[in-house]
């Protein structure tokens, strides 16, 4: 069960040029509302089957949340997962609640893959509030790196045509899963084609990460895009 109104509170996505929809798993977090008391440790229950997160001062040397953020943010979490730890159908069950007119299903696993870096088939809170720390509150260039690892789905280090086809065409499935397929494929298409334009890549070419952060600074509108973050975060984490 994936939470009740009262505890969660999606956080939609923003499309940015390059069609990519993150944040990435802080699309469902709301804590329960009220006055929090600041505690020394996040959970101090026993752990019994619970994957325990690392203190709050260690969460607060390495993201970028104050403490009562990342107290916030874990609470939430909590609230959904209570084991510490997600699994890929449970991520995909939030995506699905969230967009409930498409098939988010390719999408939510391209986006747990990349916060599961280590590959263990799990997300736990630190994977979240450090991925999502850099998407919410990081610098242009951490958001640019995160945003590649998304598309480099073989982990190459290049972005190629057709990861860049599977990455939107994941997209517009989740928002609508009524296109037909020959329009979907057509739409992917045309839109795949504007970013190897706006990127400079040639037809059939790829990308390495150094060159796709060095023109996605060059462009004034996406680096403009990626700064709603910073508003997208405010909001959510007001309350």
Not at 182 to 198: D, M
Request: hydrophobic letters at 40%.
């Amino acid at each position: 069960m994936i939470g009740s109104a009262s505890c969660t509170r999606p956080l939609h996505q923003a499309l940015i040029p390059l069609a990519v929809s993150v944040p990435p798993a802080a699309l469902f977090i709301r804590g329960k509302t009220g006055h929090i008391e600041m505690e020394e440790e996040l959970d101090t229950a026993p752990a019994l089957e619970r994957q325990r997160p690392p203190s709050i001062d260690y969460l607060f040397e390495i993201t970028n949340f104050s403490r009562r953020e990342i107290q916030q943010l874990y609470r939430s979490f909590k609230e959904l997962w209570p084991n510490g730890t997600v699994a890929l159908e449970q991520f995909q069950a939030i995506y699905a609640s969230i967009f409930p007119n498409g098939d988010s299903k390719s999408y939510a696993e391209l986006v747990f893959r990349n916060i599961d870096q280590t590959r263990v088939g799990s997300v736990t809170f630190l994977d979240f509030i450090t991925n999502y720390s850099k998407i919410a509150k990081g610098t242009v260039d951490e958001r640019l790196d995160w945003i590649f690892t998304l598309y480099d789905t073989n982990k190459s280090g290049y972005i190629a045509y057709n990861e860049i086809f599977h990455v939107v065409k994941s997209m517009y499935q989740m928002v609508d899963a009524s296109l037909q397929p020959t329009a979907l494929a057509t739409i992917c298409r045309q839109h795949v084609k504007i970013v190897f334009k706006n990127l400079n890549i040639a037809n059939g070419g790829r990308i390495n990460k150094e060159e796709f952060m060095q023109r996605c600074r060059a462009d004034t509108e996406i680096v403009n895009t990626l700064e709603v973050f910073n508003s997208f975060s405010t909001g959510l984490l007001n309350f």
